[in-house]
């Protein structure tokens, strides 16, 4: 925001060969948090993709330079298959620019893809990760993409397997606030039923009458 500013733009040049330099060395956290400035700034991260720390090279995919690069969106696809291990990446601090960086990753991946086909098993992934983060679930991002008109009845192939996975996830229905929060923020149902017909385990509602 600072170099977006007409007085200062001619620093972003040099803040962003500082943030280079400092991705070089230091903690892992510190060298990720640098590779995020970085890339909000405009600068190269291709060369962090290849990164032997899972850290380092997320903190470089999610660059949005790189919303078109494979290798970037390898990386994140990798990383949202197995959150557990993204979390644990720095022993349990956080980084303040992204508190929660799987929400990031999952977030980012439903930016670039058009459509949710190709991150099924990221969603389904999500949907059964129970880490604690911010106020909603990991999934949210998922469940928005996937059903952005309401939860279907005759939803696609897709659409009824991310139903069935919350519908048999039992976190969702045993007063997990979590859930509860994001089911309201995304608008969709809070019935566990209304989710196993969306997946087509149900029958559909009766016809009304009136």
Not at 108 to 115: G, K
Not at 184 to 190: D, N, Q, Y
């Amino acid at each position: 925001m600072l170099v977006a500013h007409p007085h200062l733009r001619h620093h972003r040049e040099a803040i962003a060969a500082y943030h280079a330099e400092e991705a070089c060395h230091g903690s892992l956290r510190d060298r990720t948090s640098m590779l995020l400035g970085l890339g909000e700034l405009g600068g190269a991260t291709t060369k962090w993709l290849t990164n032997p720390e899972l850290g380092v090279r997320v903190g470089a995919a999610l660059a949005p330079a790189l919303a078109e690069d494979e290798t970037a969106t390898n990386v994140l696809r990798s990383a949202s298959l197995d959150p557990a291990a993204l979390d644990s990446t720095f022993g349990g601090m956080h980084l303040h620019q992204l508190p929660w960086l799987n929400q990031a990753v999952a977030e980012t991946l439903c930016d670039r893809f058009e459509s949710l086909v190709p991150l099924l098993d990221s969603a389904i992934a999500a949907v059964a990760y129970e880490a604690p983060g911010g106020d909603g679930v990991l999934s949210e991002p998922y469940l928005r993409k996937a059903f952005p008109l309401g939860l279907p009845v005759d939803g696609t192939n897709t659409q009824r397997a991310l139903a069935r996975m919350v519908a048999d996830h039992d976190r969702a229905w045993r007063g997990d606030s979590r859930w509860a929060v994001t089911f309201a923020r995304i608008k969709l149902p809070v019935e566990r039923q209304a989710w196993l017909a969306s997946a087509g385990d149900a029958a559909r509602p009766a016809a009304r009458t009136d």
